[in-house]
Structures are given as C-alpha cells and as structure tokens.
C-alpha cells in the first residue's frame, strides 16, 4: 500500500479515535421562561424531561443545538423525524407536532418532541398559566467501550480491505 495512504489512514484513525474517546456532555439545560412538568411519564427516567414552553419550534432547536454543543468541538447533525415516531422513540403514547434529533455522529443523540395545543383540543395550563407548547427532552448517551470497539472494528475492516484493495491491483 502507498506510504501517503497508511500515513493518511493512520492520522484519520487518530483523530476518529480522539474524537469518540472525548466525554459525552450533560444533559443540556432547559430554555428561559419554561415549566418543568411534574407529570409522572416525565419523571420516570432521568434522561427524559418534558417543559411547558412558549417558544416557537425554531428557538427551541435552536437553543438546544446551542446546549448540546457546550465544549464547542463537536459536529452536530439535525434529523428531522414524522411526528408519529414520537411513540416509538420518546414514550408510548406520546402526542407530538414535531420530533427532531441532534446528535454527534457515532456518540451520543437528543431528541426534541413538541406538541402544540393551538389548532388542538388540548390545552396546557400549568399554575393558572396557559403555555402554547410541551417539549419533552430525550437524551441519549452511549458508553465509551461500545464506541471504541466499534470505531476500532470499523477502523480494521477498512484497513484490511484497503490492504486487500491494493494488493490485488498490483
């Protein structure tokens, strides 16, 4: 194999490593001006929260792409899902308008559900306060041994078959 290519190659797999072996961030701080709901399907894991808010579905993405990247050193990738799959990946029964992921590729994932009252039969008041929206908060963490045997097998596959590769071009 070309000596440029195993010297690409090695700097890749360090910095692929470097970046999977960096900590994973806390869970992100709610906006300004939110409800934490007191709800029992909200407070059945730690790693699910759910706010009464009046923000709009932008400030709120936007706020929580802003908290999911505290260090600064990651890139976040924006999935936008059908709001159906709020059932399947928040909670059962789970009413959603919208469901949008932010995640660090091959690390870690938050998902956004909202569920806007207008134009609804619901209405969410909370200590006399009417709020236009719930959000419920998903965090996703994964555990650093899965990612470096992962990355570490994938980084030998594409070794072995670029070796491969370029020994039967010869």
Same mark, same amino acid.
């Given at each position: 194999?070309?000596?440029? #290519? @195993?010297?690409?190659? %090695?700097?890749?797999?360090?910095? #692929?490593?470097? +970046?999977?072996?960096?900590?994973?961030?806390?869970?992100?701080?709610?906006? &300004?001006a939110?409800?934490?709901?007191?709800?029992?399907?909200?407070?059945?894991?730690?790693l699910?929260?759910?706010?009464? !808010?009046?923000?709009?579905?932008?400030?709120?993405?936007?706020?929580?792409?802003?908290? %999911? *990247? @505290?260090?600064?050193?990651?890139? !976040?990738l924006?999935? *936008?899902?059908?709001?159906?799959?709020?059932?399947?990946?928040?909670r059962?029964? !789970?009413?959603? !308008? %919208?469901?949008?992921? $932010?995640?660090?590729?091959?690390?870690?994932?938050?998902?956004?559900?909202?569920? &806007?009252?207008?134009?609804?039969? +619901?209405? %969410?008041?909370?200590?006399? &306060?009417?709020?236009?929206? @719930?959000?419920?908060?998903? +965090?996703?963490?994964?555990?650093?041994?899965?990612? #470096?045997? /992962? /990355?570490?097998?994938?980084?030998?596959? /594409?070794?072995? $078959?670029?070796?491969?590769?370029?020994?039967? @071009?010869?």
């Amino acid at each position: 194999m070309n000596k440029f #290519l @195993k010297i690409l190659f %090695f700097l890749f797999s360090v910095g #692929l490593l470097a +970046y999977v072996i960096l900590p994973s961030p806390a869970f992100p701080n709610p906006p &300004e001006a939110v409800v934490q709901s007191d709800e029992p399907a909200d407070l059945e894991s730690p790693l699910r929260r759910g706010y009464f !808010t009046n923000l709009t579905r932008s400030e709120i993405i936007a706020h929580y792409q802003t908290e %999911f *990247n @505290k260090p600064k050193n990651f890139y !976040t990738l924006r999935l *936008n899902y059908p709001p159906e799959e709020s059932q399947t990946i928040i909670r059962d029964q !789970t009413k959603s !308008t %919208f469901l949008e992921e $932010l995640t660090h590729p091959l690390r870690e994932s938050l998902f956004v559900s909202g569920f &806007e009252s207008e134009g609804t039969i +619901y209405e %969410f008041k909370v200590d006399g &306060e009417v709020w236009a929206q @719930k959000i419920i908060i998903k +965090y996703v963490p994964s555990s650093i041994y899965i990612r #470096l045997l /992962v /990355v570490t097998l994938t980084l030998a596959s /594409v070794y072995l $078959l670029m070796r491969e590769y370029f020994y039967v @071009k010869e």
